[in-house]
């Protein structure tokens, strides 16, 4: 199979070849791995009880899918990634705001799911055939894993979704048998070396949950589902048979492998650590379908976050090709993989990662998606593309190439989100508002929009400058 060449340009009709059920096919199988898995067991290393879990789980879970999915719909219109379609709002310079958190985002994930999968790796070859866990053998383990990810994302697409396919059933199949080997020692009560609420009451700790292990989930693809959808034509394939599609594939493919992490979690009475429990607690006959769901699965959804990765970076830097810049983005994880094994503790890490990216993330989700329904879902294709052609003008200009209203409404919904968060080790000022209750998402997303909202009630207009580099423009490409 041929390696992908498409960047961040616009997809000609006659490659948008995918479809719904592809959709859904690359959403179950990517998220079928331990890197989706151990968000499951945050709840239970908060100090909640497994249905307190579970329900945190599926809250946050089934409001971030109705409030991401929509999203999908935005690349089915302009054939490109969400961040070169959110131009439409912040200038065709000014999505590189949307490239940088897309880049965050996908960075952050694919460092985790290669630490966890590599963790659990390492544990499971140690009871089969007495590898050490040392410096060396987690170098090794990261490494492979970290070379086969860069595989599948620089082949790109075709062969993610094929790679999916694949792991939609196989996954499935290997944590039904983890189901039936973790059963024996399954049991519904807090975990005692937790230590109690970790944020000292019941509500507060719950909503810290819902948020850092249920919402997080969908969140972390609000750059991502353009990536997918594309490659899908609106002429064969409906808006709502799309939208359909993204809510099964997102509800499926996170609720499946986090409610197995949950219930893991509680099996192993996993409190302060994740991959050593959840190995000790395995029997034997389920270790090498551990170790197989280890490596292959944690490629499969590596693979899908570096291959946005590439594409956010190429989005910034235009001159450099996809299969280069996914290279890049590469090193800078695997980097991460080691400061996260070596550095951090494993739940403030994730739980400070996720709340922190979730913060930023969703003023600009909210903006793109105020003018998604504004512009009714019709875009200029080709005027979104002017920063990628290193040109200038078109209706997506503004000023200088920057929204200066939509980029200070991200702006603002962003502070305030940093300013309500709730860390292990940092409490935003704006928490006494809000009874110790993490709801920075919520505020974050609503100051945003809201701002977005009054700053565009009068429609922008093009500057003289703009309408005279677009007459340039044009000209060039009539002289051409």
Same mark, same amino acid.
């Given at each position: 199979?041929?390696?992908?060449?498409?960047?961040?340009?616009?997809?000609?009709?006659?490659?948008?070849?995918?479809?719904?059920? *592809?959709?859904?096919?690359?959403?179950?199988?990517?998220?079928?791995?331990?890197?989706?898995?151990?968000?499951?067991?945050?709840?239970?290393?908060?100090?909640?009880?497994?249905?307190?879990?579970?329900?945190?789980?599926?809250?946050?879970?089934?409001?971030?899918?109705?409030?991401?999915?929509?999203?999908?719909?935005?690349?089915?219109?302009?054939?490109?990634?969400?961040?070169?379609?959110?131009?439409?709002?912040?200038?065709?310079?000014?999505?590189?705001?949307?490239?940088?958190?897309?880049?965050?985002?996908?960075?952050?994930?694919?460092?985790?799911?290669?630490?966890?999968?590599?963790?659990?790796?390492?544990?499971?070859?140690?009871?089969?055939?007495?590898?050490?866990? =040392?410096?060396?053998?987690?170098?090794?383990?990261?490494?492979?894993?970290?070379?086969?990810?860069?595989?599948?994302?620089?082949?790109?697409?075709?062969?993610?979704?094929?790679?999916? @396919?694949?792991?939609?059933?196989?996954?499935?199949?290997?944590?039904?048998?983890?189901?039936?080997?973790?059963?024996? @020692?399954?049991?519904?009560?807090?975990?005692? =070396?937790?230590?109690?609420?970790?944020?000292?009451?019941?509500?507060?700790?719950?909503?810290?949950?819902?948020?850092?292990?249920?919402?997080?989930?969908?969140?972390?693809?609000?750059?991502?589902?353009? =990536?997918?959808?594309?490659?899908?034509?609106?002429?064969?394939?409906?808006?709502?048979?799309?939208?359909?599609?993204?809510?099964?594939?997102?509800?499926?493919?996170?609720?499946?492998?986090?409610?197995?992490?949950?219930?893991?979690?509680?099996?192993? @009475?996993?409190?302060? *650590?994740?991959?050593?429990?959840?190995?000790?607690?395995?029997?034997?006959?389920?270790?090498?379908?551990?170790?197989?769901?280890?490596?292959?699965?944690?490629?499969?959804?590596?693979?899908?976050?570096?291959?946005?990765?590439?594409?956010?970076?190429?989005?910034?830097?235009? @001159?450099?090709?996809?299969?280069?810049?996914?290279?890049?983005?590469?090193?800078?994880?695997?980097?991460?993989?080691?400061?996260?094994?070596?550095?951090?503790?494993?739940?403030?890490?994730?739980?400070?990662?996720?709340?922190?990216?979730?913060?930023?993330?969703?003023?600009?989700?909210?903006?793109?998606?105020?003018?998604?329904?504004?512009?009714?879902?019709?875009?200029?294709? =080709?005027?979104?593309?002017?920063?990628?052609?290193?040109?200038?003008?078109?209706?997506?200009?503004?000023?200088?190439?920057?929204?200066?209203?939509?980029?200070?409404?991200?702006?603002?919904?962003?502070?305030?989100?940093?300013?309500?968060?709730?860390?292990?080790?940092?409490?935003?000022?704006?928490?006494?508002?809000?009874?110790?209750? *993490?709801?920075?998402?919520?505020?974050?997303?609503?100051?945003?929009?809201?701002?977005?909202?009054?700053?565009?009630?009068?429609?922008?207009?093009?500057?003289?400058?703009? *309408?005279?580099?677009?007459?340039?423009?044009?000209?060039?490409?009539?002289?051409?």
């Amino acid at each position: 199979m041929p390696i992908e060449q498409r960047g961040v340009d616009t997809i000609p009709e006659e490659e948008r070849t995918s479809g719904p059920r *592809d959709l859904v096919s690359i959403l179950l199988g990517s998220n079928l791995c331990l890197g989706v898995i151990i968000f499951g067991w945050l709840p239970a290393s908060f100090g909640l009880g497994w249905w307190a879990s579970v329900s945190a789980v599926v809250a946050g879970t089934v409001v971030g899918t109705v409030f991401t999915a929509p999203l999908a719909l935005v690349s089915l219109r302009t054939a490109t990634n969400l961040s070169t379609s959110s131009g439409a709002q912040f200038g065709v310079r000014g999505r590189l705001v949307g490239s940088v958190v897309g880049l965050l985002l996908a960075l952050g994930y694919t460092a985790l799911t290669v630490w966890i999968g590599g963790d659990v790796m390492v544990s499971v070859l140690g009871r089969l055939f007495g590898l050490r866990a =040392d410096g060396l053998s987690y170098a090794v383990v990261y490494a492979l894993l970290a070379a086969a990810t860069v595989a599948g994302a620089v082949y790109g697409y075709r062969v993610l979704l094929a790679m999916s @396919r694949v792991l939609a059933v196989g996954m499935t199949a290997l944590l039904a048998l983890g189901v039936l080997a973790y059963a024996p @020692r399954f049991g519904t009560s807090p975990l005692a =070396d937790a230590g109690g609420y970790l944020l000292g009451s019941f509500w507060p700790t719950w909503f810290l949950a819902a948020v850092a292990a249920g919402l997080s989930g969908p969140i972390a693809f609000i750059t991502l589902l353009g =990536d997918y959808t594309r490659y899908i034509s609106p002429a064969r394939h409906s808006g709502r048979r799309v939208l359909h599609a993204t809510w099964l594939g997102l509800v499926l493919g996170l609720l499946v492998p986090q409610l197995f992490g949950t219930f893991t979690a509680y099996a192993a @009475r996993a409190a302060g *650590d994740y991959a050593g429990p959840l190995v000790s607690a395995s029997p034997a006959w389920y270790l090498l379908p551990l170790l197989l769901s280890a490596s292959a699965g944690s490629v499969g959804n590596a693979g899908l976050m570096l291959y946005s990765m590439g594409l956010d970076l190429d989005a910034i830097l235009p @001159r450099a090709s996809r299969a280069r810049a996914t290279c890049t983005v590469a090193v800078v994880a695997t980097a991460c993989v080691f400061a996260g094994h070596y550095a951090w503790n494993a739940q403030s890490a994730m739980t400070s990662f996720v709340l922190l990216l979730t913060a930023i993330g969703t003023p600009w989700a909210v903006i793109t998606l105020i003018g998604f329904v504004r512009c009714r879902g019709v875009y200029d294709a =080709d005027a979104l593309q002017v920063f990628n052609r290193r040109s200038r003008g078109g209706i997506y200009w503004y000023r200088a190439g920057w929204n200066p209203r939509a980029t200070v409404s991200w702006a603002a919904g962003a502070a305030v989100g940093l300013l309500a968060v709730s860390l292990p080790s940092y409490e935003g000022p704006l928490l006494g508002l809000t009874g110790g209750v *993490d709801c920075s998402f919520l505020l974050s997303g609503a100051v945003g929009g809201l701002v977005y909202v009054l700053l565009t009630l009068t429609p922008e207009r093009p500057t003289a400058a703009a *309408d005279q580099e677009s007459a340039a423009a044009a000209g060039v490409g009539a002289e051409r």
